[in-house]
Each structure stands twice: as structure tokens, then as C-alpha cells.
């Protein structure tokens, strides 16, 4: 029933059916669950220690011998620029003395880690069917490495020059995310969030301009973008705010509660969380100091900074200064467990691609 079963036959999946890494939401259960019931489960490592990647990973060949995605960040960490980051903790002071915080207290470190030496011996040892990277790929030497496990590589494309530079270094298969995409923006070939096309428009030029079998994400929650995806070409789909509904994601009260309510005009881009634009649910913080600043330091830089405002805040149940990551379609989310998701997905989209053939 699939159009194209390049990725499924590619990476041994039952399912077109990817569910996005996000740092955070994300870990061992969801991986499992996703897996389990036919889809690509995606660990993300961004935010993890290599001790707490080997502990989930370890959890997940435990639990499931289906094939797993993980993914890495591919950033390189900035030079230290005090002047910014002073320039930043004083954009941010007048929040830290209303929440009765000292504002000359050293601001924590972003624990945000790109791929190196250490994650790549932990896919040797693991040896995941799938790796991810999101802004662009590792250098070439640590490149191999992945490749020489057996593990099929995909990136992030957010145009279809991107795609073409991921295709020629090598990556099995791309991901194009269109602008409507919760999260981080994949783009690394510029800094041009302005032009970005949205997923609708993107996933088409991505189709002709490679080879390899490309993956629609961004606004895509339900059959109707998952059939859409198709017909344009793509071999799969990726699925993040969607399982954002699901009782596996580690979502904070504050966060759960607006994406309940959230609707296709309430998000937006924006860097003051990390430094790097993303798009997230609007909160105080993105609509008193940015949503864009040309203060935030570097990414991962400025977390560090918004860390005491948001441990702060967020036991209150305030959702001011949390990174409230979502894409454009959260009001198509549905409560259901992650496999369940992943079944009724697949199932209703094949419901509507017989129905459109007849």
C-alpha cells in the first residue's frame, strides 16, 4: 500500500512511520514503543551525558531488537564571548529580580554536546541500524566510522542545496523539515531563517534534487500530511509534536498544558532559549525579549543564563521561561500511547491512500 518503499526496505522498518528525536520529551520508552509497533524510534543525545546515552541504549537492546534511530547534534561549540554573555544576563535582569534571584550569580553552562570521539565509540558499541544528525554532519574521519557499523545516515535538509551537500557526503537518505517544524531548525548551510520554506514547498525540490529516499517533516500530525508527504514524493515521514500527546514523552505540566491548547498561530521562531532558532510555543520570555535577539550569545550559549529563571519558575507551574518547543500542528495531537500512535497513523493514512486510488 506504500508508494515507495525505498525507506522501508532501506532500513528494515514495517512502517513509514519516524518519530523525531527531541532532547528532553524523548528517551528509552518512547524509542521502544515507536519501534516496537513498527516505526523508527529516535533517541536524542543532545542533552545527554555519554553515561546516560549508554544507560538508554542499553535499556532499549533489552527491550527491542526492531531498528532504532539516534541522532546527534553536528554544532561546533563557540569561542566563550564575555561581553555578550554579559550583555545577555543583563537583558535578562529585571526577570531575575522580580523571581528574587541574584542577578551576578554565575549563569550555568548549556549542556547541550555535539557529536565527538566519545558518542562515536558508543555507536561502535551499540551499533544502531540508523544515526541522525541535525546541522549538517560530522567530520569526515568520524564520519566513516558511523558508516563502517553498518548504520544507515541521515541529516536534517531545511533547503534543497542543503539536501544536495548531505547526499554528496554521503547520507543514505534525508530528512527535508519544512519551516512548520517544533525544535530546533536543521539549517547549517546559512543563517537565513527568513527564507525557509515550509515543508510543503521544500519536500518536492528535495524529491528531484537527490537520489536517495528523502523524509517529509514539519506540520505533519495525521493522515491527511502523511498522505500529502507521499504524493509529493517523500519515502517517509517524521512525526515530533504529535508524540508529544503520548503518555511515554517527559513533558513538564506547564508545556503539556498549552499544547492542549494550542493553535496553528501560537508558535514562532526563536533563539533566546539556545542561541539557534527554533520554534516553539509563544511564552513571556519569547514575547518581552525576542522572539529573535541579537543579544542571545552563540548556540548552546544562551541557555545558561534563562536556567535559574526556568528552575525557578516552573515548580510554580509557570511556563515563562521554558523552552515550550511545538510545531504548527499541535492541535491535530491525540492522547494515545506512542505505539498505539504510530499503528493508528500508519493504518488511517493507508485508509486514505486506498480511498484516493479508487
Not at 528552575?311 to 523552552?323: I, R, V, Y
Request: aromatic share 6%; with cysteine; hydrophobic share 45%.
Amino acid at each position: 500500500m506504500w508508494p515507495d518503499r525505498r525507506i522501508l526496505d532501506l532500513l528494515g522498518l514495517e512502517l513509514p512511520i519516524f518519530q523525531a528525536p527531541m532532547a528532553g520529551p524523548v528517551d528509552s520508552e518512547m524509542v521502544i514503543a515507536v519501534s516496537e509497533a513498527g516505526g523508527l524510534g529516535g533517541l536524542p543525545c543532545a542533552l545527554m551525558s555519554p553515561e546516560k546515552a549508554r544507560t538508554e541504549l542499553g535499556i532499549i537492546r533489552q527491550r527491542t531488537s526492531r531498528p532504532i534511530n539516534i541522532n546527534f547534534f553536528c554544532h561546533t561549540q563557540p569561542a566563550d564571548d564575555p561581553a555578550r554573555e554579559a550583555a545577555w544576563k543583563k537583558r535578562l535582569e529585571p526577570f531575575y529580580v522580580e523571581l528574587g534571584l541574584d542577578p551576578a550569580a554565575p549563569a550555568p553552562r548549556s549542556a547541550r554536546a555535539p557529536f565527538d570521539e566519545e558518542f562515536c565509540e558508543i555507536v561502535e558499541e551499540f551499533r544502531p541500524e540508523v544515526v541522525s544528525f541535525h546541522f549538517g554532519l560530522p567530520d569526515a574521519v568520524l564520519l566513516d566510522r558511523v558508516k563502517a557499523t553498518g548504520a544507515k545516515v541521515l541529516s536534517s535538509a531545511t533547503t534543497a542545496d542543503e539536501a544536495v551537500w548531505l547526499e554528496e557526503r554521503g547520507c543514505d537518505a534525508i530528512i527535508a523539515q519544512g519551516a512548520e517544524a517544533g525544535g530546533h531548525r536543521g539549517i547549517f548551510l546559512t543563517d537565513n531563517v527568513a527564507n525557509q520554506p515550509g515543508t510543503f514547498a521544500l519536500v518536492p525540490q528535495v524529491v528531484d534534487a537527490v537520489k536517495v529516499p528523502v523524509i517529509a517533516a514539519g506540520g505533519i500530525a495525521d493522515a491527511r500530511g502523511i498522505v500529502a508527504a507521499f504524493v509529493l514524493g517523500a519515502s517517509a515521514v517524521q512525526i515530533g509534536t504529535a508524540y508529544l500527546f503520548c503518555p511515554e514523552a517527559k513533558v513538564a505540566a506547564p508545556h503539556k498544558a498549552v499544547l492542549r491548547a494550542a493553535k496553528d498561530d501560537h508558535t514562532a521562531l526563536t533563539n533566546v532559549f539556545t542561541g539557534r532558532p527554533a520554534r516553539g510555543i509563544v511564552n513571556r520570555i519569547m514575547r518581552e525579549v525576542g522572539p529573535m535577539s541579537d543579544v542571545a550569545p552563540a548556540f548552546p550559549l544562551a541557555g545558561g543564563a534563562l536556567a535559574p529563571l526556568k528552575a525557578k519558575s516552573e515548580p510554580l507551574g509557570s511556563g515563562d521561561f521554558m523552552s515550550l518547543w511545538s510545531g504548527q500542528a499541535a492541535r491535530l495531537g491525540r492522547e494515545m500511547p506512542a505505539a498505539e500512535l504510530t499503528r493508528v497513523l500508519a493504518e488511517e493514512a493507508q485508509a486514505l491512500l486506498g480511498t484516493l486510488a479508487r
